[in-house]
T-cell receptor
Framework: GEDVEQSLFLSVREGDSSVINCTYT??????LYWYKQEPGAGLQLLTY?????DMKQDQRLTVLLNKKDKHLSLRIADTQTGDSAIYFC???????????FGPGTRLSVLP | DTEVTQTPKHLVMGMTNKKSLKCEQH?????MYWYKQKAKKPPELMFV???????INESVPSRFSPECPNSSLLNLHLHALQPEDSALYLC???????????????FGPGTRLTVL
């Protein structure tokens, strides 16, 4: 089955760019997602990318997909303290509705 | 509007209690999901309803009983829970199985459940 991995922690200074990385194993995954979770809250959809795209940009967010290496990244430009949260990468399989989530990356933004 | 609502926000129950969690969406979505999330872990899928029929049960113990009374509502009935069932319970919805395009899931804020 699909396995999704992420680094667990990332610290950046306010105003810098953050890059959160994710790898997945199933090349038939059709869509790859990024969700943000603040403490005690649900998951907020940030963005997603179709597996035949290389890049998607949405305001401060840039998603890069290297399908050959099965590597996904989320870049947050001009990171703010409000960006401190856990970021989950998730893969949607070809056949179904099952999301496979990564373990989450805890982003800490230092003033 | 991409809102999924869940009630209650917090719930404390004893091991002999019976309680229910509720989830509602008005986006016309035909698939709804229950997830369980322990602290510092990703959400774990419990159940999927598709067109009001249970399509996936991820080997969840019978003390958790889902119900989908209509396409907008999803309940999770709880009975004889154990302290290890304490977690954040998340509901999500999506458009449902389709031929093209992503079946993106939208999550509610969750119910924080504590079992004493």
């Amino acid at each position: 089955g699909e396995d999704v991995e992420q680094s667990l922690f990332l610290s950046v200074r306010e105003g810098d760019s953050s890059v959160i990385n994710c790898t997945y194993t199933d090349s038939s995954s059709t869509y790859l997602y990024w969700y943000k979770q603040e403490p005690g809250a649900g998951l907020q959809l940030l963005t997603y990318i179709f597996s035949n795209m290389d890049m998607k940009q949405d305001q401060r967010l840039t998603v890069l997909l290297n399908k050959k290496d099965k590597h996904l990244s989320l870049r947050i430009a001009d990171t703010q303290t409000g960006d401190s949260a856990i970021y989950f990468c998730a893969a949607l399989g070809y056949y179904g509705q099952n999301f496979v989530f990564g373990p989450g990356t805890r982003l800490s933004v230092l003033p | 509007d991409t809102e999924v609502t869940q009630t209650p926000k917090h719930l404390v129950m004893g091991m002999t209690n019976k309680k229910s969690l509720k989830c509602e969406q008005h986006m016309g979505h035909r698939a709804m999901y229950w997830y369980k999330q322990k602290a510092k872990k990703p959400p774990e899928l419990m159940f999927v309803y598709s067109y009001e029929k249970l399509s996936i049960n991820e080997s969840v113990p019978s003390r958790f009983s889902p119900e989908c009374p209509n396409s907008s509502l999803l309940n999770l009935h709880l009975h004889a829970l154990q302290p290890e069932d304490s977690a954040l319970y998340l509901c999500a919805s999506s458009q449902g199985p389709r031929l093209a395009g992503p079946d993106t899931q939208y999550f509610g804020p969750g119910t924080r459940l504590t079992v004493l």
